[in-house]
């Protein structure tokens, strides 16, 4: 018996077929591929915007550890010296450079903290670089069989971050220091009145009257001081911004009489708010009290007034007061430190606090305070924004 081997053979048109498959699947493929590429390009790209925008300064090397990347907060950070020089680079350049003759083994760690450090930062023109404080983050990145890919160097400013902590240490000093003054000056002031209507000689009354105007002023020192280094928890309630505002006027009264200033006012009396009255009064007199000692004597003037700043689609945003004079306005310097505690611009002296508790009253309302020249008056404008909801 013959045997017969069946061969099957695939005519063209099975071959057209088979090829279309090929090709259909081969488009859906590149379609797919092409896809990808897109989304990776935008992860790229938002990833770098991120970067980019963050408040930290970053920096990234490769596995031979020269610098590949450099964020724009990090060139801020570093004044007026060019950092994009370092691209390219050794990290051990920029690292000698920066931080004052370190090297990477300097930081190398097998944990992921902070290494507190100065870094040099100032105008690389002139010479005049500074150092300021920062804590340095590393972390090794891993890529296949655990090999180091490179670094990712995080370097975060903590100037302002030392700053508030030798305020809150120099705020709890000083409330015990003025505790323990307060007593004794209650007694000097008190033993000066009895004095003073015992003696008969004018001369030595008005010797006595200079101390007991001194304690007070001394006791006003230590109350700002106090009021600045204590905790502020605001009782909220509903109020009438223009109640405040009047009654503030009048407590700035003493200030604003002494000058022979003229208070103008343009405000909404229709305008509750939910805040402390006490702490916004506070805030509204000591912005009166500053703006009075700043203006000319017999032709002064201080505007008051309010308006509306809304941007929330619930109707939110912000009751805006403006206190305007026109005496001689906000040097650049000024503007700039204006708000910090112990900052005064009055050649009598003072604490230098009053808008820093001004500031502070305002925040924990969730407001702010904002200060430059004013157009209209040309002298300093201080604005206070409070939360409002219609």
């Known amino acids: ?37 897109e989304q990776v390009k935008d992860l790229k790209e938002n990833l770098n915007t991120v970067i980019e925008s963050m408040p930290l300064g970053i920096m990234i090397t490769d596995e031979n550890n020269l610098i590949k990347f450099i964020n724009r907060s990090l060139i801020e950070l570093a004044g007026g010296y ?46 005049s670089g500074k150092f300021i404080p920062v804590f340095l983050y ?33 705020g709890e000093m000083s409330a015990k220091i003025a505790h323990e003054i307060r007593n004794p000056l209650g007694s000097i002031e008190l033993f000066a009145s009895i004095l003073k209507k015992e003696i008969k000689n004018e001369e030595h009354a008005e010797i006595i009257s200079n101390i007991i105007s001194a304690v007070k002023n001394m006791n006003t020192t230590i109350n700002n001081v106090l ?41 909404d009396e229709n305008i509750i708010l939910e805040i402390d009255e006490n702490l916004i009064g506070q805030t509204f007199v000591n912005i009166l009290i500053n703006a009075a000692h700043a203006v000319q004597n017999f032709d002064g003037i201080i505007k008051v007034r309010t308006s509306a700043v809304f941007g929330g689609e619930d109707g939110s945003g912000y009751i805006r007061i403006d206190f305007e004079d026109n005496g001689p306005g906000f040097s650049e310097d000024v503007v700039k430190n204006i708000f910090n505690p112990f900052f005064s611009t009055k050649k009598s002296g003072g604490t230098g606090l ?23 008056t040309g002298g300093a404008k201080i604005s206070v924004f409070l939360p409002y909801m219609a």
């Open 227 to 267: 009021e600045f280094s204590k905790t502020v928890n605001p009782a909220l309630s509903k109020c009438s911004l223009s109640d405040i505002v009047n009654k503030s006027i009048m407590y700035s009264s003493y200030a604003i009489k002494e000058k022979n200033v003229k208070v103008i006012t343009e405000i």
């Open 82 to 127: 060019d950092q994009l020089n370092y691209l390219n680079r050794p990290v051990d350049e920029f690292l000698k450079f920066f931080f004052n003759g370190t090297s990477l083994s300097d930081f190398t760690r097998q944990v992921f903290y902070p290494v507190e450090k100065f870094m040099k930062s100032g105008d690389d023109k002139n010479g």
């Open 354 to 376: 009053g808008l820093s508790i001004a500031l502070n009253n305002v925040m924990v309302h969730g407001g702010y305070i904002g200060a430059e020249n004013s157009k209209e």
């Open 1 to 37: 018996m013959e045997n017969k081997n069946t061969v099957s053979t695939l005519t063209g048109e099975d071959l057209k077929k088979a090829f279309e498959s090929f090709e259909a699947a081969s488009l859906k493929l590149s379609e797919y591929y092409k896809n990808l590429e």
């Open 138 to 170: 590393i972390k090794t990145v891993h890529g296949n069989n655990k090999k180091n890919a490179g670094r990712i160097f995080i370097i975060q400013n903590i100037e302002e971050i030392k700053k508030f902590k030798r305020l809150a240490e120099l």
